[in-house]
């Protein structure tokens, strides 16, 4: 049997052969009942959940923290220590700008 | 009223509205592509009702993703290549894989298939026998192969048309659609060799 005229033979027989187009009564009615039923997705409805969700959390943190910095024992002047050498690093490239001589 | 004045918008009127919230619009456009979009999913699913499930699925999705359509390129091009990946993935999704054995042909299938080996010539091709036979062909193929065979071969489609369609690149249809015609020959060749050999 030669395998490729029947390749050729069926494939002509499906040209030959287009499908229908027939369209089932009423399916846009279908598809707009469908869509109709769809629930609303309200961008804003869902961040005011999620922020809503969230403010319990944060507010329980923000007393944690609070609590922290109220109870915990007063620290020596190391803290001050950083917070002066985190202001050195950062202005050291101002400090050591040098005036420009616009005369020149 | 309500279809006169939908028939007096053009499409790009008809997807503004709908983009702007009044879903109503989109119903003549589903009117007006449905024919399209069934012949096209006819193509690969059998029963009527897989039929219907793909069509709604195409729609929903087009409902959907409309905001993505560019107006530049015709609203049917971007609907067909829709519709397309959508049968694709249900080729997917309900792919099994089952081989027929030659004792499942029916007589007109046999009987075409005898006429073919006796007088190739005398076997016509719009017989409905024929239209059965490649049918059972095509849905023994894997989704991939039956995807490029009925594109390229049964619609006649240029490789960068399918690739267009599929969203493969053009190199992948060329590969897939070598391998899909091996495939088809080997389904046939399976036929052939139980009855004839």
Redesign the interface.
């Known amino acids: 049997m030669n395998l490729a005229k029947l390749e050729q033979k069926l494939v002509a027989a499906a040209r030959a052969n287009p499908t229908s187009d027939r369209v089932p009564y009423a399916f846009e009615k279908r598809i707009m009942a469908r869509l109709a039923a769809r629930p609303v997705v309200d961008d804003w409805a869902l961040w005011a959940r999620a922020l809503w969700r969230a403010a319990a959390p944060c507010a329980a943190i923000m007393l944690l923290l609070g609590a922290w910095s109220f109870f915990a024992p007063p620290t020596s002047a190391s803290a001050n220590d950083v917070s002066q050498q985190l202001e050195q690093t950062l202005l050291a490239a101002v400090d050591q700008e040098q005036p420009i001589d616009l005369t020149r | 009223m309500g279809i006169l004045h939908w028939m007096e918008r053009t499409e790009a009127e008809l997807i503004a509205a709908v983009l702007k919230g009044d ?2 619009s ?2 003549p456009l ?2 007006k592509y ?3 979009v ?3 999913v ?2 690969y699913a059998r029963r009527e009702s897989e039929v ?1 499930d793909i ?2 699925d195409i ?2 999705k087009a ?1 959907e993703r409309l905001s993505s359509f560019r107006s530049e390129a015709p609203f049917e091009h971007w609907l067909m290549r829709l519709a397309v990946r959508t049968c694709y993935d249900a080729l997917r999704a309900h792919h099994r894989n089952r081989e027929t054995t030659f004792a499942e042909l029916t007589e007109p299938e046999e009987d075409w298939l005898d006429r ?2 006796t007088q ?1 010539d005398a ?1 016509k ?3 409905e026998a ?2 059965q ?3 059972r ?2 849905e023994q193929l894997s989704p991939s192969a039956r995807l490029v ?1 009925t594109l390229q ?2 619609e ?1 489609r240029s490789v960068k048309e399918v690739a267009a369609l599929t969203g493969w690149s053009v190199p992948l249809v060329k590969v897939r659609a070598f391998r899909a ?1 091996a495939e ?2 080997k389904v ?2 399976k036929i ?1 060799k139980e009855k ?1 050999l």
């Open positions: 879903a109503a989109f119903e589903v009117q449905s024919p399209r069934f012949a096209t006819r193509r219907e069509a709604q729609w929903l409902f073919f080996v190739p076997a091709e719009d017989a024929a239209r036979l490649i049918a062909v095509l065979i071969e049964i006649g015609r088809m020959r046939l060749a052939a004839y």
